[in-house]
C-alpha cells in the first residue's frame, strides 16, 4: 500500500534555541515526511541555520512577520498543492520521536468514521521528555467527565485514542479533508487565539478532536500560565479579556449581532464608572474604540468560516 503524502508545517520565528532537536527529529520519523518552513522575519540566523543543516527543507521566507495563522495557511497551501494527504501543524519549540506520526495514522486507520476526523494529536510531554506539557494535562482533565481518561490510565485500561474538546496547535494532525471542509486559520487573529478559533469551526461543522495516547511529542513550552514578559498582571488580564471576547464574537456556533454588542459595551462602561471602577470601565471604553472599525469585518469573517471549503485559503 502506498504510504500517505505528509507534510509538517512549521512556522519560525527566532527559533535557533529549538532548531537542532526539532528538525533533527523529523529526520528520524519512521513514516516519511516533507517538512515546510515558513519564517515570519527571524533575526536570530533561523534562516542560514535550517538551509544549511536541514537543506532538504522547503524553506519559504516571508517578507514581513504573518504572525502564527497567516503563515500556517501559507504553508497549508504549498503542502495542499504538493498534494499532501496529512497536514501536520508543529510548533517551533517541539519535537517529535521515531514512532509518533506512525501512530496517529494508526488511530486515523483504525476510527470507524473517518470523515469524523477533524484534528489528531499525539500526548504533549513538556521539555523534560518526562512530564506531559502542563497547558495539554489541563486540556485532558476538563474533559475527562465525559471520556474517564484518567480512570483508565490509572487502571491500566486506557484505549488507543480518546474525544477531546480542545488541544493547542502546537502538535495538529490535520487530514486533507479537514483543509478541504473548514479551511485554514482565521486571519483575524495575529497570534493567540488561533486554534481556539479553528476548534470552534471544527465543533461547527461536526468533526471531532481525537488524542492518540500511544503517539508522544515534546512541546518545550514555558512551563505556567503567565509568562515572565507579562510584568504587569493586570494588564496581562485584560489583554486575555480582550482575546476571549474576540473569540466569542468570531465562535460562528453562537449567534452574534454587532449592534447589540457594541450597546453592551457602551453601557457596560457606564455601569462601572458610575460604580467607582475606573478601570474597569476604561478597558470597556477601549473595547469599543478596538472594534469600532472591526464590526463589518468580523461578520464578513463569520459568514465566510461558515461555508467552510477552503476557507481563508488561496489556492488561486
Same mark, same amino acid.
Given at each position: 500500500?502506498?504510504?500517505?503524502?505528509?507534510?509538517?508545517?512549521?512556522?519560525?520565528?527566532?527559533? *535557533?534555541?529549538?532548531?537542532?532537536?526539532?528538525?533533527?527529529?523529523?529526520?528520524?520519523?519512521? *513514516?516519511?515526511?516533507?517538512?515546510?518552513?515558513?519564517?515570519?522575519?527571524?533575526?536570530?540566523?533561523?534562516?542560514?541555520?535550517?538551509? !544549511?543543516?536541514?537543506?532538504?527543507?522547503?524553506?519559504?521566507?516571508?517578507?514581513?512577520?504573518?504572525?502564527?495563522?497567516?503563515?500556517?495557511?501559507?504553508?497549508?497551501?504549498?503542502?495542499?498543492?504538493?498534494?499532501?494527504?496529512?497536514?501536520?501543524?508543529?510548533?517551533?519549540? &517541539?519535537?517529535?520521536?521515531?514512532?509518533?506520526?506512525?501512530? *496517529?495514522?494508526?488511530?486515523?486507520?483504525?476510527?470507524?468514521?473517518?470523515?469524523?476526523?477533524?484534528?489528531?494529536?499525539?500526548?504533549?510531554?513538556?521539555?523534560?521528555?518526562?512530564?506531559?506539557? *502542563?497547558?495539554?494535562?489541563?486540556?485532558?482533565?476538563?474533559?475527562?467527565?465525559?471520556?474517564?481518561?484518567?480512570?483508565?490510565?490509572?487502571?491500566?485500561?486506557?484505549?488507543?485514542?480518546?474525544?477531546?474538546?480542545?488541544?493547542?496547535?502546537?502538535?495538529?494532525?490535520?487530514?486533507?479533508?479537514?483543509?478541504?471542509?473548514?479551511?485554514?486559520?482565521?486571519?483575524?487573529?495575529?497570534?493567540?487565539?488561533?486554534?481556539?478559533?479553528?476548534?470552534?469551526?471544527?465543533?461547527?461543522?461536526?468533526?471531532?478532536?481525537?488524542?492518540?495516547?500511544?503517539?508522544?511529542?515534546?512541546?518545550?513550552?514555558?512551563?505556567?500560565?503567565?509568562?515572565?514578559?507579562? !510584568?504587569?498582571?493586570?494588564?496581562?488580564?485584560?489583554?486575555?479579556?480582550?482575546?476571549?471576547?474576540? !473569540?466569542?464574537?468570531?465562535?460562528?456556533?453562537?449567534?452574534?449581532?454587532?449592534?447589540?454588542?457594541?450597546?453592551?459595551?457602551?453601557?457596560?462602561?457606564?455601569?462601572?464608572?458610575?460604580?467607582?471602577?475606573?478601570?474597569?470601565?476604561?478597558?470597556?471604553?477601549?473595547?469599543?474604540?478596538?472594534?469600532?472599525?472591526?464590526?463589518?469585518?468580523?461578520?464578513?469573517?463569520? &459568514?465566510?468560516?461558515?461555508?467552510?471549503?477552503?476557507?481563508?485559503?488561496?489556492?488561486?
Amino acid at each position: 500500500m502506498k504510504s500517505p503524502k505528509i507534510s509538517i508545517i512549521i512556522v519560525t520565528y527566532n527559533a *535557533m534555541k529549538w532548531a537542532e532537536k526539532c528538525f533533527s527529529s523529523l529526520r528520524k520519523s519512521s *513514516m516519511p515526511v516533507d517538512v515546510i518552513v515558513v519564517d515570519n522575519g527571524s533575526t536570530d540566523g533561523t534562516q542560514n541555520y535550517i538551509q !544549511t543543516h536541514f537543506p532538504e527543507v522547503e524553506f519559504v521566507q516571508s517578507p514581513e512577520n504573518l504572525g502564527f495563522g497567516k503563515a500556517n495557511n501559507l504553508g497549508i497551501e504549498i503542502a495542499y498543492k504538493n498534494g499532501a494527504d496529512f497536514f501536520y501543524l508543529m510548533n517551533q519549540d &517541539a519535537w517529535i520521536f521515531e514512532d509518533s506520526i506512525q501512530k *496517529m495514522l494508526e488511530v486515523y486507520n483504525e476510527y470507524p468514521n473517518k470523515d469524523e476526523i477533524g484534528i489528531l494529536s499525539p500526548m504533549h510531554l513538556d521539555g523534560s521528555e518526562k512530564n506531559l506539557d *502542563m497547558h495539554f494535562e489541563r486540556y485532558l482533565a476538563r474533559y475527562t467527565e465525559h471520556n474517564r481518561l484518567l480512570s483508565d490510565f490509572i487502571n491500566k485500561t486506557e484505549k488507543n485514542y480518546y474525544e477531546i474538546d480542545f488541544v493547542n496547535a502546537a502538535h495538529w494532525l490535520l487530514p486533507r479533508k479537514t483543509i478541504d471542509e473548514i479551511g485554514g486559520f482565521n486571519p483575524y487573529f495575529f497570534y493567540g487565539a488561533e486554534d481556539y478559533d479553528y476548534i470552534n469551526r471544527i465543533k461547527f461543522f461536526n468533526k471531532k478532536i481525537l488524542i492518540s495516547t500511544k503517539s508522544k511529542v515534546v512541546h518545550d513550552a514555558f512551563q505556567g500560565f503567565l509568562k515572565p514578559n507579562h !510584568t504587569d498582571k493586570e494588564k496581562a488580564r485584560l489583554e486575555s479579556m480582550r482575546m476571549q471576547r474576540e !473569540t466569542r464574537y468570531l465562535n460562528i456556533n453562537t449567534d452574534f449581532n454587532y449592534k447589540s454588542e457594541k450597546k453592551s459595551l457602551f453601557y457596560d462602561a457606564i455601569k462601572l464608572r458610575l460604580k467607582g471602577r475606573k478601570k474597569e470601565a476604561d478597558f470597556y471604553s477601549e473595547l469599543q474604540k478596538h472594534f469600532k472599525d472591526k464590526w463589518t469585518f468580523i461578520e464578513e469573517l463569520r &459568514a465566510k468560516a461558515k461555508l467552510g471549503n477552503h476557507a481563508f485559503l488561496n489556492f488561486d
